[in-house]
Nanobody, 136 residues
């Protein structure tokens, strides 16, 4: 059975850092067919993309790249932890507007464009979320 479980959320002051983790079960995060992403949702707001990690073939090698939304680029970094089979989100220079429930998502459908990779409806597997609260 495939599943995603997020952890690592909490409360921090503006300017602080947090690292979120998403544990995958039932599949390997380094599977070259898998596309994974982080989304977030603030109260009363729509779910929005944070960033995505995706595979790309370079000859006989599969490399992984990432996309980010404009609001977090340069502050957040997505990391693939092959040993722990996790997707991580390193967040730095946090702002109050980063507050929200953070979700991990995955799909095995190929997502060939940045816009597709940063669209919530592109993903069919979701975790339950972990809350991040940033105070000013």
């Amino acid at each position: 059975q495939v599943s995603l479980v997020e952890s690592g959320g909490g409360s921090v002051q503006a300017g602080g850092s947090l690292r979120l983790s998403c544990a995958a079960s039932g599949f390997r995060v380094r599977d070259e067919k898998m596309y994974m992403a982080w989304f977030r949702q603030a109260p009363g707001q729509e779910r929005e993309a944070v960033g995505a990690a995706y595979p790309a073939r370079a000859g006989t090698t599969t490399m992984y790249f990432d996309d980010y939304s404009d609001s977090v680029r340069g502050r957040f970094t997505i990391l693939i932890d092959y040993n722990e089979n996790m997707l991580r989100l390193q967040m730095t220079s946090l702002k109050p507007e980063d507050t929200g429930m953070y979700y991990c998502a995955a799909t095995s459908s190929p997502l060939g464009t940045t816009s597709a990779r940063l669209m919530s409806r592109s993903y069919n597997l979701w975790g339950q979320g972990t809350q991040v609260t940033v105070s000013s």
